[in-house]
């Protein structure tokens, strides 16, 4: 019988990995809880004013967008708009082979994944490296990033370092300290010969134009100093309206993210170089990047566009921290992703359908979203659509509901499933062929049938 | 591509017409981001430091403590503001290399690099760096110390008022303590792309 | 805080919704629910035609067939009593999960005055009836698991408050004790691997505690996490709040 992809990935998922998984994201959810409360008399108020904020940003998106596009030009930006993620890497490549650019340096930016920008430009032959530390380490084993803030979190040290020896990075060691040294040393050299820097945005602040990138390692500051040229790919709904909404999210992102106040490096670009700086881009392109958000703003989920990329979500969600990132098939994954996911796909939702199955519904993942995503009120609403859309991927392992919705609407017949259901305390349960009861007898015992007892008990005490 | 920009927007505003009306913009004010337990320090420098040394930064208040930390690790070798140097070179020893230009060609020669800030954040210890104020961009990241100045009045006393206050400037950096990464088995790392070492030095007028 | 719901009269008369996993399985919970309503001078009825509140369809997806159920409970309740229900995750389907449902039905209007009514029994007892201390006695250590369909409502607390309350009771704390016991509806039988994982972790957390009972709010939960314990061979006693309540009074001597 074929059961649910994520429930069997799950099944296959080494325990060392769900170990290491599932620690990494407890203590940060931990911490980052603690945090917030230590901090703050009202975080819960922060959520809910920046989900406000973000809901009123992409209900005014048209007018947000166009007043970004004049300041970013005002400031010296140039600005490209990609309806699909083929533009997008057309756009890129355009600018680059302008340039006569053969080598990018790229910061970690989701959008780049979602788009697959750097196999892209590999194929029309220009490097396209990585340079955030778990980002590079993905690269070179042709992996894919499991977490949306903590891409390795699958991997352990022994791993890092065999890929390491094998790239020709040092003989065999796993100390995490060498291991980020040597990092260090091989790309800061690669920053200087690159021609072009690639960031992602954070935010966009609409007011001022200015594109806001946060990071620990410098890795985006680095190629911001090294290179002639920075390209922004961003999704169009990471704008905020104001300058000083941005010390509301500032304040919410990191602590979110990584339980840190600030992450180490917060920049505020606007535009290339002053004239008088020596170092860093004289040219800026920001490409506002669609692939079906507007799509998503149509939908009745437009909410998950708030969404800005914490990963909170992930490391509270008890389902991901038993399945891990790569179990939902996506750049995207964890309660975001299982809304996202399916909803960027546009007319291949029906390949993602799944994934809003794949939760219990329990709610921590819109109790710690700095945007007050109501998450579980659009993983119900995908489920609806994937019923509707006959999606079978998502029906499978769920019993059909047809005739148990005509029995919980016949009382007589109720009653009399009630007296029957008895026959459940004799019969061997595993025996019996419906599914649904087979998975559960499988894993748990069945208490005993009671039916009919407490109505009856009910009616007694009415008799005189 | 302005085909682009017109579907784009388009698809926009139709995704949005059916909407009764639009979600209002909230108004708020920065009290709602104090953080508890905040001092009222007389001395903004002081609470600066403190913070700067929770996230592993390094407070300094005169360039001889400065000069002594780089010779006692070593690092002889350096770039600086040629606006700063003359007001810091005697209290650097002979021995010391300090140049000031950054020649791209030798990043590694450098172990350490001073550059002006442009503010600072007391609340999170934060370095508020400009493309204005950074004779270069290299300079304060490339090396693997670097020494940001700072003047008393410079320091803000918390993220709103930076805000408010962020210059008409194509690269402003909030730099909050040395670079650092959790990617490996997350275990914390500092000296990553960036500084391993991140200094503010307080310069009085 | 939901600011619009609907208090008892006087007289206190409410209508009982049982549950289905009550109807089917757990017949004392609902018997104790009634004692504890009365003992409280409520006067219960308990409409006969009622079956589910149309939840395990709604989850799965299939909101037709969620709608049809409902609606037989709308016409099952109908009237303007407050219907108190032992189970926090079937009081939010009817005061949240049917107004997604129904959003573009004509009788949404309908599906909403039931919401209004709705509360879980701790909630009930606390916040409509003012009861904040439970007479008797119970000399247990309890775990309470807060299920998550309580997560922001007043249940948690009211369940709370009462259970420390009574004398001889020590509510013990649970590791991690936010996170979710792994039941989710069907998902427990679509999801079985990641459903049965998730039981797992709870009842680690919980047997470190070592509580006499497990105590909760839902019987959904209870019937997993008990069914995963038996399985195993290493059961737990499990008891709804309304069957702690119940006993607790018993031990207090006649009323």
């Not at chain 1, 083929?86 to 990018?104: D, H, P, S």
């Not at chain 1, 881009?281 to 920001?286: K, L, N, S, Y």
């Not at chain 2, 920009?5 to 639009?22: K, Y």
């Not at chain 3, 969620?66 to 108190?84: K, N, T, W």
């Amino acid at each position: 019988m074929a059961g649910q992809p994520i429930d069997q990935f799950a099944a296959r998922l080494p325990a060392d990995k769900r170990a290491a998984v599932y620690l990494g994201t407890k203590t940060t959810h931990e911490k980052r809880t603690q945090l917030l409360f230590d901090q703050f008399a009202d975080p819960d108020r922060l959520r809910r004013l920046a989900g406000e904020i973000k809901q009123h940003v992409l209900e005014n998106l048209d007018t947000y967008l166009t007043q970004a596009e004049a300041q970013l030009k005002a400031h010296g930006a140039q600005v490209h708009w990609a309806a699909t993620a083929e533009e997008a890497c057309g756009a890129v490549l355009r600018i680059m082979q302008a340039r006569g650019a053969t080598k990018m340096v790229k910061a970690k930016t989701m959008v780049s994944e979602e788009i697959g920008l750097a196999p892209f430009l590999e194929r029309h032959g220009i490097e396209a490296l990585e340079t955030d530390l778990g980002e590079f380490i993905v690269q070179i084993d042709r992996d894919h990033p499991s977490h949306l803030v903590r891409p390795i979190i699958h991997k352990n040290r022994r791993e890092i370092a065999q890929s390491f020896e094998r790239e020709g990075l040092g003989a065999y060691n796993d100390d995490p300290e060498t291991i980020t040294r040597r990092a260090r040393q091989y790309l800061r050299h690669k920053y200087m010969a690159a021609n072009v820097g690639l960031t992602g945005a954070n935010f966009v602040s609409a007011e001022s134009g200015r594109i806001v990138v946060v990071t620990n390692e410098g890795n985006s500051r680095f190629s911001l100093a090294a290179t002639k040229c920075h390209i922004v790919l961003v999704g169009i709904e990471k704008l905020v309206p104001r300058d000083r909404d941005l010390g509301l999210f500032l304040n919410l992102l990191a602590r979110s993210a990584t339980a840190q106040a600030l992450t180490v490096y917060t920049e505020f670009i606007s535009g290339p170089k002053l004239p008088s700086q020596p170092d860093g881009p004289e040219e800026m392109h920001v490409i506002f990047v669609d692939n079906n958000r507007t799509g998503v703003l149509a939908s009745d989920c437009r909410e998950i566009l708030r969404c800005i990329r914490c990963g909170a979500c992930l490391n509270v969600c008890p389902v991901y921290r038993q399945v891990s990132g790569h179990a939902y098939r996506s750049v995207y994954p964890g309660p975001l992703g299982a809304v996202l996911s399916p909803l960027l796909a546009g007319g291949h939702f029906a390949e993602k359908a799944d994934l809003p199955k794949a939760s219990s519904l329990c709610g921590a993942c819109n109790e710690v979203c700095p945007v007050d995503i109501p998450l579980p009120d659009l993983l119900l609403r995908l489920r609806d659509k994937g019923k509707r859309a006959h999606a079978s991927l998502a029906a499978a392992g769920t019993p059909p509901m047809g005739a148990w919705a005509i029995l919980a609407s016949t009382p007589g017949a109720w009653k009399l499933a009630l007296a029957a259901g008895r026959i459940l305390n004799v019969l061997p349960l595993g025996l019996i062929p419906i599914p649904a009861l087979r998975a559960w007898v499988g894993k748990r015992a069945v208490p005993a049938w009671r039916g009919g007892e407490f109505r009856k008990w009910m009616r007694d005490r009415r008799k005189p | 591509m302005s085909d682009s920009r017109e579907q784009i927007l388009s698809r926009v505003r139709a995704a949005l017409a059916p909407l009764p009306r639009r979600a209002p913009l909230p108004d708020w004010e920065p009290a709602l981001v104090a953080l508890r337990g905040q001092r009222a320090d007389a001395d903004p420098w002081a609470l600066f430091a403190e913070r700067l040394k929770a996230v592993n930064g390094t407070p300094l208040t005169s360039v001889a403590e400065l000069a002594a930390l780089l010779e006692a690790e070593g690092w002889r070798h350096g770039y600086c503001d040629p606006q700063l140097w003359p007001s810091l070179r005697e209290a650097f020893p002979a021995s010391f290399i300090v140049e000031t230009e950054f020649d791209r060609t030798r990043i590694d020669d450098y172990q350490f690099g001073i550059t002006a800030a442009t503010g600072a954040i007391a609340e999170t210890g934060t370095l508020i760096l400009s493309d204005r104020d950074t004779s270069r961009r290299l300079g304060a990241l490339a090396p693997w110390v670097h020494i940001a100045t700072l003047r008393r009045e410079q320091i803000f006393a918390d993220l709103s008022a930076a805000v408010a206050a962020l210059p008409a400037d194509p690269n402003v950096i909030w730099v909050t303590g040395p670079s650092k990464t959790a990617d490996v088995e997350g275990i914390l790392i500092e000296g990553v792309h960036g500084p391993g070492l991140q200094i503010a030095l307080l310069v009085d007028r | 805080m939901r600011s619009d719901r609907q208090l008892p009269g006087a007289d206190r008369r409410v209508q009982l919704m049982a549950t289905c996993l009550c109807d089917a399985f757990y017949a004392d919970t609902a018997r104790a629910t009634v004692e504890v309503l009365e003992h409280l001078g409520c006067r219960v009825e308990f409409p006969e035609a009622q079956t589910c509140c149309g939840q395990p369809a709604f989850n799965g997806g299939d909101w037709t067939a969620s709608r049809r159920v409902v609606r037989h409970a709308v016409r099952a309740f109908s009237g303007d009593l407050p219907v108190v229900v032992p189970s926090a995750s079937c009081a939010a389907m009817l005061f949240h999960g049917a107004l997604l449902g129904f959003e573009r039905e004509p009788d949404l209007p309908a599906v909403q005055q039931l919401g209004r009514r709705t509360w879980e029994l701790a909630d009930f007892i606390v916040n409509a009836l003012g009861v904040r201390t439970w007479p008797g006695r119970c000399e247990s250590r309890l775990a309470f698991h807060r299920s998550c369909h309580a997560r922001g409502t007043e249940t948690g607390p009211a369940a709370l408050t009462l259970l420390s309350s009574i004398a001889g009771a020590r509510v013990v704390p649970v590791g991690e004790a936010e996170q979710c016991c792994g039941f989710g509806g069907t998902f427990s039988v679509a999801f079985p691997n990641v459903s049965t994982g998730m039981g797992a972790v709870k009842l680690d957390h919980i047997r470190a505690a070592r509580p006499d009972i497990l105590v909760a709010v839902d019987m959904s939960c209870m019937m997993h996490l008990g069914g995963l314990a038996e399985k195993e061979g290493r059961p737990i006693k499990t008891q709804h709040l309304a069957q702690v309540l119940r006993d607790a009074l018993n031990r207090g001597g006649p009323r």
